[in-house]
């Protein structure tokens, strides 16, 4: 069974793509998030302004690289899987986790890289899971349903409302 999705761009492109939406989302979520450590963080209560505005300016942006890191690795991993295997099913983004989490993990040894590349080939795996879970539950809602007849006394069959 194919999930495919025709409505985004061709593999060269949603890897630029998917690099710039998870800068956006790691910069704006660091930004939430340094802010309210660098404001909780300040030394006096009338530099809390300053303290948050500062703590994001210098960790917001690496945040968003961060993200961008990720996000960037694992599509490029996913358009090399999808085109290798000529599939496009849950595999392929648990296979591209696995890989993307053990390249990230590279410089950190052997055994850093493997618990790091099967750590992600399982959270990916997880997010496949609930995904494919959630389009069966929604194809499910959505499916017709033939209608139930009821016999009535005169013998004709009669349509049941169902309230």
Known sequence: MSHADHTRDPCPWVILNDFGG????????GGIWHGIKGSR???????????????????APVTGGNFGVWGG??????????????????????????????CLALRSGPKATLGSAVAC?????VFEGVGVLLNRT?????????????????????????A
Not at 46 to 51: F, I, W
Not at 73 to 95: H, L, P
Not at 121 to 125: A, P, Q
Request: aromatic share 8%; with cysteine.
């Open 22 to 29: 998870a800068f956006a989302m790691g910069a704006i979520g």
């Open 41 to 59: 963080n300040s030394p006096r209560v009338g530099e809390r302004l300053v303290g948050a505005l500062s703590s994001i300016k210098a960790r």
């Open 73 to 102: 690795m694992f599509s490029t991993f996913d358009c090399t899987v999808k085109s290798y295997r000529q599939k496009e099913d849950a595999w392929n983004g648990i296979i591209s986790g696995f890989m993307t989490g053990g």
């Open 121 to 125: 080939g399982i959270l990916l795996g």
């Open 138 to 162: 929604m194809g499910e809602a959505n499916r017709p349903v033939a209608p139930q007849y009821a016999p009535s006394p005169s013998g004709q069959q009669q349509p049941v409302t169902v």
